[in-house]
């Protein structure tokens, strides 16, 4: 059975970049250069974090489980020290998961789209978290428990 995908409410459409899922191909990863190039030497022990949802999945947390999770293997078994995740600016709900787990606005960048969608003149933003900061949320979020 074939399932159709989603489609991105107006104005928040995500990127390819945020069409991905975790890749990892020996612990490295492409990630855009700062002029808008994918076209970057891959990273040792980084890998990019993507999610892409049906809209009838929206709005019930499953992105933002199935990121935590990816995250937490990705730093426990998989030894990365750095996730990040791509998103374009106006999608807010994906920029509200990002934060939600843990992950820090890193940057706007712009990239030249063929066929750009509604909002990319806003650009397109990074989030990500490294192994140190996530050991840090644990420990404050242990600390904080009655």
Known sequence: MRSRPADPPAGHATTPAARRTVRRAGGRHRSPDTNGSRRREAV??????????LRRHWRQGLAGEGARELVRHGFEDLGLTRVFAETMAVNTASRATMATIG????RTFHMEWDEPLPGSDLGEVEYAITRQQRLDLKTSRTLSEP
Do not use: H, K, P
Not at 44 to 53: D, F, K, N, V
Not at 103 to 106: K, N
């Open 44 to 53: 040792e022990g980084q890998a990019e974090l993507g999610y892409r949802l």
């Open 103 to 106: 992950m820090r606005y890193v």
